[in-house]
């Protein structure tokens, strides 16, 4: 079966520009996180999305936005780029229910911000 | 105050040495534990979850102490393989959100 999906895999962007990141989760996974990773830090949580819609929202600014589609996919969008938004990005399914449910990353997109 | 505290490292440790990593979680409701291991450039990856009873899988013991809000890991017969940043991971009481430690470094040497 595959993994989490995530696509592009790295991404070179100026200040200002948007930019659009997609993720598949894992088969039967109806859940779908996206993180955050700088160098050096652990992921920090942006959003959770469950059966399209939002159930959880970390301390990100309204610049990121996020969706998830009916096939349990999701993209996270990011407007007006920041040279800070430079990072890792994570996108994660998990089952819901299971109180011991971990989280299954994708290999991630790494964004560049010049 | 951190939901998760961890300590950064790193530790240098020769083949076959035992290591311990302790992370710390401010909230006392949280239910769900987990470790996780990254190597350079990569995902995180599940290692293991950490029940309230301890859990062994392999070389790797993994603890819980509610009382003290403290999850530790502990890693016999250290391989070369093992060198990654090793995450503790506390799930948020809703569910809906994990935190992350920042990683303790872990290199092994031959």
């Known amino acids: 079966d595959a993994g989490v999906t995530q696509s592009p895999t790295h991404l070179i962007k100026t200040r200002g520009q948007q930019v659009t990141l997609r993720c598949s989760p894992i088969?039967?996974?109806?859940?779908v996180s996206w993180y955050q990773q700088v160098l050096g830090q652990g992921p920090q949580f942006i959003f959770q999305?469950?059966?399209?819609?939002?159930?959880g929202r970390g301390n990100f600014p309204d610049r990121f936005s996020a969706r998830q589609f009916p096939n349990y996919s999701s993209e996270l969008n990011v407007n007006a780029l920041l040279l800070g938004d430079s990072a890792l990005y994570l996108c994660?399914?998990?089952?819901?229910?299971?109180?011991?449910?971990?989280?299954?990353f994708g290999n991630g997109t790494r964004l560049t911000v010049t | 105050r951190k939901e998760v505290e961890q300590d950064p490292g790193p530790f240098n440790v020769p083949e076959g040495a035992t290591v311990a990593f302790n992370c710390t979680y401010s909230?006392?409701?949280?239910?769900?534990f987990f470790w996780y291991r990254q190597d350079c450039r990569k995902e995180p990856k599940l290692l293991m979850s950490?029940?309230?009873s301890g859990n062994e899988d392999g070389r790797f013991t993994a603890q819980l102490n509610r009382a003290s809000q403290y999850i530790s890991l502990l890693i016999r017969d250290s391989k070369l393989s093992d060198s990654a940043t090793y995450l503790c991971?506390?799930?948020?009481?809703?569910?809906?959100?994990?935190?992350f430690g920042t990683g303790t470094s872990l290199t092994v040497i031959p």
């Open positions: 999305y469950y059966e399209k819609e939002e159930r």
């Open positions: 950490v029940y309230s």
């Open positions: 088969s039967g996974h109806k859940s």
């Open positions: 909230n006392s409701a949280s239910q769900s």
């Open positions: 994660a399914s998990s089952l819901v229910g299971g109180a011991n449910s971990p989280l299954h």
């Open positions: 991971v506390v799930r948020s009481p809703t569910g809906n959100q994990f935190y």
